[in-house]
């Protein structure tokens, strides 16, 4: 049975992957922040090295995409520096890394599904300190896969999902971007498919790209929230320079998923987790 070492578990997809821990014939170990800093050296080659693992999944990162803006030195030192240290310490005892990264590496000029073989060009220092991560990784000759996935959403944590269901609490109406295009995807069913994969052992090493079929504005993507869970919300559109956030995003964002995922319609997955949430 492989053994799994999930580091940033408390984060939104590492309680998706502890809520289908049962369904699968792996050993997955949950490590938070406070069990495992990923930023500490010491502690991360320890772990590695006093238990035996097969995988080791990355959720931990710095996500606050606005605030990084301003706080280059930590989200530097989780999303690169601390990336750096998981792959060395993979590297060194031949641990498959897998990490999980962002649609943000990309600087969203494309007008169709940016490949992952497309050239990288981050337009915030969230997307660029994630891209350093990846080549970190690239460089460590560990066995890797990244993933990049965009727009994660679930019933957990904190999210773009959680956030439209709360604001339809106390709103009757709210403004969402509709120029920025890409996929929402739901952290549940990337999780699902990363256990199943890696059950099989047909997970693909090298940088891979996960993502439903289609493809939205945020706009929509709320829309579809609101109408799914039947909520009394009204969507109004806002452009990205009116909104005025402080990160710059790519306007597109959409990424054509790795051969190795099953594709499913992006509202099918949405709906798998509305009906989920009621259960
Ligand atoms: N959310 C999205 O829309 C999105 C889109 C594309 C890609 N991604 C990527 O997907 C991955 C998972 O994202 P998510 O949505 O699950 O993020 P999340 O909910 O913000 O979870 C990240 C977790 O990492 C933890 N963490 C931060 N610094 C750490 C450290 N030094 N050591 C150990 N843990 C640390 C955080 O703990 P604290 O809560 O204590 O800070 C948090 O529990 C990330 O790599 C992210 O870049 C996310």
Same mark, same amino acid.
């Given at each position: ?81 601390? !990336? ?120 693909? /090493? ?33 452009? /990205? ?31 798998? !987790? ?6």
């Amino acid at each position: 049975m492989s053994r799994i070492l999930i580091t940033g578990a408390n984060g939104q997809l590492g309680q998706c992957f502890k809520q289908i821990e049962e369904q699968f014939d792996l050993k997955l170990v949950f490590a938070s922040r406070e069990t495992l800093d990923i930023t500490d050296q010491e502690v991360v080659e320890q772990e590695l090295n006093t238990h035996q693992y097969d995988y080791l999944i990355n959720c931990a990162a710095y996500t606050a995409v606005d605030a990084a803006e301003e706080n280059e030195t930590a989200a530097s030192l989780i999303n690169e520096i601390a !990336v750096g240290f998981i792959s060395k310490a993979c590297k060194k005892h031949s641990v498959h890394l897998v990490h999980i990264s962002t649609d943000f590496v990309f600087d969203g000029l494309k007008t169709s599904p940016y490949t992952a073989e497309d050239a990288t060009n981050p337009q915030s220092v969230y997307g660029s300190t994630k891209r350093a991560g990846e080549e970190r990784i690239e460089e460590s000759g560990a066995a890797y896969s990244v993933i990049r996935a965009s727009w994660l959403y679930s019933n957990v944590a904190n999210n773009f999902y959680k956030t439209i269901i709360r604001l339809a609490q106390t709103k009757d109406q709210i403004n969402v971007v509709n120029d920025q295009i890409g996929v929402p995807v739901s952290a549940h069913e990337l999780a699902k498919q990363l256990l199943q994969l890696i059950s099989n052992k047909k997970l693909p /090493t090298g940088i891979l790209h996960f993502a439903h079929s289609g493809h939205c504005s945020w706009m929509e993507f709320a829309q579809k929230i609101v109408e799914y869970n039947k909520l009394d919300l009204r969507i109004e559109p806002i452009s /990205t320079e009116a909104y005025g956030a402080a990160a710059k995003r790519p306007a597109y964002s959409v990424m054509k998923p790795s051969s190795c995922f099953e594709q499913i319609p992006w509202e099918k997955a949405l709906k798998d !987790v509305v009906l989920a949430s009621k259960h």
